[in-house]
């Protein structure tokens, strides 16, 4: 089964909710999910092997959240070389906004710029269609579970 290292960025603790949710299925399946809140870089590169998941919500006009800035601000400034990585991202956002899921965007295009390869599609939450996140990722995730077995 696959290591996991799960980055979230929250400001008010919904994504934080999703992470945990996730982390929880992904064990129970076996996997080995570890949360990295607040993430640092050098710990998710000292892992090559483990496959990397985000979870982030969007702030103000289209940033990541603080506990995650300072990650995104060493993934921009560092560009490791990320060709071995796998990941996935779970971003949540308010669809009146035109910055909707920006954050999780934001970490899609930077992982991606580093060489990372993303497994299946990003999924955007939609928290003025799903009162309840965790349920929206739940069934997202069994799918993207069968395709990192």
Not at 43 to 64: K, M, Q
Not at 118 to 135: A, F, N
Request: glycine content about 8%.
């Amino acid at each position: 089964m696959a290591k996991l290292n799960l980055i979230v960025g929250s400001m008010l603790g919904a994504a934080e909710y999703v992470a945990d949710h996730v982390a929880s299925l992904l064990e129970q399946a076996g996997h080995q999910p570890k949360i990295h809140n607040p993430a640092r870089l050098a710990e998710v590169l000292a892992e090559p092997d483990a496959i990397l998941l985000v979870v982030t919500s969007t702030h103000g006009a289209g940033d990541v959240p603080d506990n995650l800035q300072p990650f995104v601000k060493d993934l921009a400034d560092q560009h490791p070389d990320l060709n071995a990585l796998k990941y996935g991202v779970i971003a949540l956002g308010d669809s009146s906004y035109d910055t909707f899921c920006q954050g999780g965007r934001t970490l899609d295009q930077l992982l991606a710029e580093c060489g990372a390869s993303r497994i299946g599609d990003r999924l955007d939450i939609d928290v003025t269609q799903h009162e309840i996140p965790e349920d929206a990722a739940e069934a997202w995730i069994q799918d993207w579970m069968q395709m990192i077995a």
